[in-house]
């Protein structure tokens, strides 16, 4: 059975650090994405990683992918209060319909 | 860019009445699309997979009797909340992939917060 893991599943950081989501799922796949969601809405897609080794950027947001380690990170550069929101990751079945298994997610809070 | 509609965004009624719930892929064909459920702070769970032109798959718990799911083109898929009842308040999300390109992400529809009184 696929499970996905989050940590932190909170954050709060003040504007300007950094910091790092990670995502770990316990079985074999070939996809996984990250979302984000604001409060009362639906989600967003960032980023998707289909390769070991891949990595993506989008602003202050990069997304890593270890297919071995079976990891991925998101890294949050000199944060601004704009990416206050809920970021989940979520790993594809490999076989059949590719369903999605998603983390917990990780509420992050950036103050000013 | 790809867009997922949904609609209605907000359903409140009595307890013991049935509401639908449309997902429609705009601008793509998709055969396949996800129904989710998520309580308040709380992550997507995946309810059923609704595939066009044959019967959806449901996740274990998830009463097929209760949630009926309807794909009849490639570009609507619909799911009955039948004789809902407070419990079964929820936002629900669907989620749509073009068909073809399975390397691109699931597109959600903006959800349907349903509240049962």
């Known amino acids: 059975e696929l499970k996905v893991e989050q940590n932190p599943l909170f954050l709060s950081m003040q504007e300007g650090k950094n910091y790092t989501i990670y995502c770990n799922y316990s079985?074999?796949?070939?996809?996984l994405y990250w979302y984000r969601q604001d409060p009362g809405k639906s989600l967003e897609s960032l980023f998707v990683l289909l390769s070991n080794g891949a990595v993506k950027q989008e602003g202050r947001l990069m997304a890593s992918l270890d297919t071995k380690a079976r990891l991925s990170t998101l890294h949050i550069t000199a944060a601004v209060h704009d990416l206050s929101a809920t970021y989940f990751c979520?790993?594809?079945?490999?076989?059949?319909?590719?369903?999605?298994?998603f983390g917990q997610g990780t509420r992050l809070t950036i103050n000013p | 860019g790809a867009v997922v509609s949904q609609h209605p965004s907000r359903v409140i009624c009595k307890s013991g009445t049935s509401v639908k719930i449309e997902c429609r892929s705009l601008d793509f064909q998709a055969t396949t699309m996800f129904w989710y459920r998520q309580f308040p702070k709380q992550s997507l769970m995946l309810m059923a997979t609704?595939?066009?032109?044959?019967?959806?798959?449901?996740e274990q718990g998830v009463e097929k009797d209760k949630f009926l799911i309807n794909h009849a083109s490639l570009t609507l898929s619909t799911l009955t909340v039948t004789s809902a009842h407070p419990e079964d308040s929820s936002f629900y999300i669907c989620?749509?992939?073009?068909?073809?390109?399975?390397?691109?992400?699931?597109?959600f529809g903006d959800g349907t917060r349903l509240s049962i009184l």
């Open positions: 609704s595939n066009e032109g044959s019967k959806a798959t449901y």
């Open positions: 079985t074999t796949s070939d996809r």
């Open positions: 989620s749509a992939r073009h068909t073809g390109y399975s390397n691109q992400p699931q597109h």
């Open positions: 979520a790993v594809a079945h490999i076989q059949g319909a590719q369903k999605l298994v």
